[in-house]
């Protein structure tokens, strides 16, 4: 009889050595998956972080360009009825009917004045008759009435040039108002493509990190299992153990940190019970196996 029973402990043993082998295996696997896990968070917190970089800067642009389009707003339609205006000038001087009529036919005022010159002077050097003097000094009245006429025109352009300027000042701002919206509005648009692509890589981190997630609550679970199982095949070989002289003490190992913790239960403590409670099993392997 005692032959079968040191079958059975050798038998015991050697699911026990199992058993301690498959949990540590999986410790190892929770392990490596907690490192995994430690680097996504690391990555996603960082995505996330940019991401709302990318958005506050995306935001602060949006207002300018609200605030722009405004301004450009305001400007336009300051510009508007400053060409109405101009319209209703050119019509009450009748300027393009002016144009139509004399279109290739008057002289710049400059030709008119450099005509009357010559006729001045030849009147005062040179020899001229009583006809040719009078001539002269008709054909200079007229070229002064020219003048004249010119005069007037140009006061009339005056407020039209005046008001030409205003709208182009104002045209001017706008359009520099108009290209910094175009710009502001191009850098946003980049923006919101970085956005959406930092979207899609939180996105992944996230699908990662559940797998990961899943992973080790399946780990878990199955170390869970190979605890109980240990645990009920230790209370086993502690029944029959007391009728043997076994070995000193057995050996669980698991890793840590700094390296393989060994843990050492010794028989005689199991000697002392009467019955090894499941909790007993697993208060003598807790530190060694399970605990992280």
Not at 106 to 121: F, G, H, V
Not at 222 to 232: D, K, P, R, V, Y
């Amino acid at each position: 009889m005692e032959g079968n029973e040191e079958i059975q402990i050798e038998k015991l043993k050697q699911e026990i050595t199992l058993l301690n082998s498959k949990l540590k295996q999986s410790y190892d696997e929770k392990e490596a998956k907690y490192v995994e896990k430690e680097e996504l968070d690391k990555k996603l917190a960082l995505a996330i972080k940019q991401a709302k970089e990318l958005k506050v800067k995306k935001e602060d642009i949006d207002t300018k360009v609200k605030e722009l389009k405004k301004t450009r707003e305001v400007f336009n339609k300051e510009i508007k009825p400053m060409f109405a205006q101009l319209s209703e000038l050119k019509k009450k001087f009748g300027l393009d009917v002016v144009k139509k009529e004399k279109k290739g036919k008057t002289q710049r005022p400059d030709e008119i004045k450099r005509q009357i010159d010559a006729l001045q002077y030849s009147i005062a050097t040179e020899a001229l008759s009583f006809e040719r003097e009078k001539s002269y000094m008709e054909r200079i009245k007229r070229l002064k009435a020219q003048l004249g006429e010119h005069a007037e025109e140009e006061e009339k352009y005056r407020e039209l040039k005046e008001l030409k300027s205003k709208i182009n000042t104002q045209k001017d701002k706008a359009d520099e108002v108009h290209a910094e919206v175009q710009k502001l509005a191009g850098e946003s648009t980049q923006i919101f493509k970085s956005l959406t692509a930092q979207s899609e890589i939180i996105a992944k981190f996230r699908k990662d990190k559940g797998a990961v997630q899943e992973i080790l609550k399946s780990i878990k679970a199955q170390m869970e299992t190979l605890s109980n199982q240990l645990a009920e095949t230790l209370a086993n070989w502690s029944k029959l153990a007391p009728k043997l002289e076994p070995p000193a003490a057995i050996t669980f190992e698991t890793p840590k940190t700094s390296g393989l913790l060994r843990r050492e239960v010794d028989i005689s403590s199991l000697k002392e019970k009467k019955k090894l409670r499941k909790e007993d099993i697993l208060a003598l392997q807790r530190d060694a196996i399970r605990r992280r």
